[in-house]
């Protein structure tokens, strides 16, 4: 904080007309200390920062600030305006004014000191000691902590405590003789029975909470000191956790799992908002925690004592892990994992969107449409081949961000927003070469792996704030390039062809065999990372598009569907091996299942695992191999009944679907009948089929 404010930059007889006139004035002491470039782009960044949200507080406080490339070094104004002014406040105007600038890549350094300075600006005796003092000096200390306000109102009340303490030394013997004999007098009293232990204190009230506010320097860290604050002040326990924009510290997982209610004091979204799902939870804007987390606190514990909870976390892969990766106490596996799902989340929508505009395009204008010419130049309106070409050409664009975006959200996985440039730099490079898919992979891990080792680095504190914006994108993306150029993307993209030959030629037995594991890997863990590989590695083949490809991606999104299908049928047929509530999962499951939704199994997995799971397997393994014995072909990217005209002998592709969801759902029947055990239902009772209590025979 000693290089952030002076005497300087203090002045305690602002005297503006406006909230813009105040800024300007104490931004022209940032300027004249060359702590500001240019005066004009500044105020417009502060501008555009209070039009994002009022920067006034009750109390009369105003805390303008932004980041701004304009900004050297992290620097604190203050000024104090007798007549007040207007930033939007409830309770009317501030004349305490603090502006804050900070550079456009200011690091956790930076963020700490002006966090702590926010927390402060809570406390009553903090401000009232800056209204007081006369010289600038002095408010310098305060602001930097050399100097703490003083409490008159404390030291007045520790004399009277002091004299008392001495009082038994100053009394008369008569008087203390006085006070032993009553003791004596009372002291058959205390022989009474001896009590038990006292009764152990009523567990508090636990809340966690998340704060966060689009710069993350100023109302982030004040609203999560003045929740901590109400919740000392009403017996409850308050943990926040603050998601400034530089990142954030995770909650305790044991410490949200205890929590009796959640508060999301937030302009920005929520990082991770599933870990905590299924609580009561109160969502408001950040300026509320600052000037209402009394409330916010009563608000939570009415909704608690309600039972109004929010609805469960999903399933872990149906989330993006991108801010789960690479978690402390992971194994390298399981993080290598988590980066690569990183980029393959983020690729999915490209992947769907394109893929099925292209397939669109096929449908409607027939193979030849890839010649087209561009629709910029040749579009007729009335023409059905224009719409299709169109459609084509939009697809084909989307698709060429596959690569990209894959190894930009690996990189991004490893090391959060600087990973960004130099991943897709990267996978730009990979397309360039023709690396493709399993050059951006590569990509993005060596993307990712730079960032973090420039990172480790000792830097010089004057270059710090320019890290994050501009010296790691510019190093890692060159240091990315030239690998990608040189080193390794030559071997890579021999590679990528010699795979994109194999499965051009694939026939007989080799195409059999290798459909038969894509359908066990399908259905292995029902849409977590293993069919998620399964997936990526057919969606891969679509880049660089050929018979063999489109075959893995038909037997890929066949088997896919064969979970949710096979488990609708069983209960179907022998309901009486299952639960009221699996029977009314199966109704669901036939839609799942119809629409390629694999995770529509995964009800049925969890509460019987060794008998679903490789029963489905079974059935997907056949379906794979069936597809490519039928030589099926599929352009679009998902699975599912809507893209059956994109399909390839589409009667046999069904068969093959057919097939597998039979063998599936044969074998979840024989295997749940050989069972010694009846199904129960959740109250006890043995599973009925139509109301009927019906045991099910061993």
């Given amino acids: 904080m000693s290089e952030m404010i002076t005497a300087d930059l203090v002045d305690l007889d602002l005297a503006p007309q406006s909230k813009e006139e105040a ?405 730009a490079v990979a397309l360039t070469i023709n690396a493709g898919f399993l050059g951006g992979l590569a990509a993005g891990l060596l993307a990712g792996g730079t960032v973090l080792a420039i990172r480790r680095l000792k830097i010089p504190s004057v270059l710090r704030g320019m890290m994050p914006v501009v010296v790691i994108p510019l190093v890692a993306s060159a240091v990315v390039g030239f690998l990608m150029f040189l080193v390794v993307g030559k071997p890579i993209a021999e590679l990528q062809k010699a795979l994109t030959d194999w499965l051009s030629g694939l026939s007989g037995a080799n195409a059999i065999l290798l459909g038969m594991i894509l359908g066990l890997m399908m259905c292995f863990d029902l849409g977590g990372p293993v069919n998620k590989v399964a997936y990526t590695f057919a969606v891969g083949g679509l880049a660089s598009p050929n018979e063999g490809s489109l075959k893995v991606m038909a037997a890929v999104m066949a088997a896919g569907m064969v979970p949710p299908l096979a488990m609708a049928l069983a209960t179907a047929v022998r309901g009486r091996l299952f639960t009221k509530a699996e029977r009314e999962n199966g109704k669901a499951a036939w839609v799942l299942g119809a629409s390629f939704i694999s995770e529509g199994a995964i009800p049925f997995a969890a509460a019987d695992p060794l008998r679903v799971l490789p029963s489905v397997m079974v059935g997907g393994a056949v379906t794979g191999a069936l597809s490519m014995t039928f030589e099926a072909t599929l352009r679009a990217p998902h699975g599912g009944m809507f893209v059956v005209p994109l399909i390839g002998h589409p009667f046999l592709y069904l068969l093959a679907i057919l097939i597998g969801t039979v063998i599936s759902a044969a074998l979840v029947i024989l295997l749940k009948s050989a069972r010694k055990a009846p199904v129960l239902e959740p109250n006890g009772e043995p599973a009925a089929e139509t109301g009927h209590k019906v045991a099910v025979a061993a």
Avoid at 142 to 165: F, K, M, S, T
Avoid at 360 to 366: C, Q, S, V, Y
Wanted: aromatic share 6%.
């Fill in 23 to 427: 800024v300007r004035s104490l931004a022209e002491r940032m300027v004249s200390l060359g702590r500001v470039t240019d005066l004009e782009g500044f105020l417009a960044d502060v501008a555009a920062r209070e039009a994002q949200m009022p920067t006034g507080l009750d109390g009369g406080i105003g805390i303008p600030h932004c980041r701004s490339t304009h900004v050297t070094e992290p620097t604190l104004a203050f000024g104090r305006a007798a007549q007040g002014v207007d930033f939007g406040a409830p309770d009317g105007p501030a004349d305490l004014i603090f502006l804050i600038a900070a550079p456009a890549g200011a690091d956790d350094a930076h963020l700490t000191i002006l966090s702590s300075l926010a927390r402060r600006l809570m406390d009553a005796e903090f401000t009232a000691a800056l209204r007081a003092t006369a010289e600038a000096g002095r408010a310098v200390a305060l602001i930097r902590g050399d100097e703490e306000p003083e409490e008159p109102q404390a030291q007045e009340a520790q004399e009277p405590q002091a004299q008392e303490a001495q009082e038994p030394q100053a009394q008369e013997p008569e008087a203390q003789e006085a006070r032993v004999h009553a003791s004596e007098v009372q002291e058959p009293e205390a022989q009474g029975p001896v009590p038990g232990p006292e009764p152990e204190p009523a567990r508090p009230f636990r809340i966690v909470a998340v704060a966060s506010c689009p710069t993350g320097i100023a109302h982030t860290y004040m609203a999560a000191e003045s929740l901590e604050q109400a919740g000392r002040d009403a017996g409850v326990e308050v943990s926040v956790e603050t998601q400034g924009s530089a990142g954030f510290d995770r909650l305790d997982p044991a410490l949200i799992a205890a929590a009796d209610g959640v508060i999301f004091a937030h302009d920005i979204a929520v990082r991770e908002k599933e870990r905590f799902a299924g609580k009561p939870t109160v969502d408001v804007g950040v300026k509320a925690g600052v000037n209402r987390a009394a409330e916010l606190i009563d608000e939570v514990r009415t909704k608690a004592e309600r039972g109004e909870t929010t609805a469960p976390a999903a399933a872990a892969s149906s989330g993006t892990p991108v801010d789960r990766a690479g978690e402390p106490g992971e194994g390298y596996g399981t993080k290598l994992r988590k980066w690569l799902m990183s980029g393959v989340s983020y690729m999915v929508p490209f992947v769907a969107a394109g893929g099925l505009l292209i397939a669109l395009g096929f449908a409607i204008g027939g193979w030849e449409i890839n010649e087209a010419p561009s629709v910029a130049e040749h579009f007729a309106w009335g023409q059905v081949d224009s719409w299709a070409a169109l459609m084509f050409q939009i697809g084909e664009l989307a698709f060429g961000f596959l690569v990209p975006v894959l190894a930009g959200y690996i990189a991004y996985g490893m090391a959060d927003r600087p990973g960004l440039v130099p991943g897709f730099v990267g996978g």
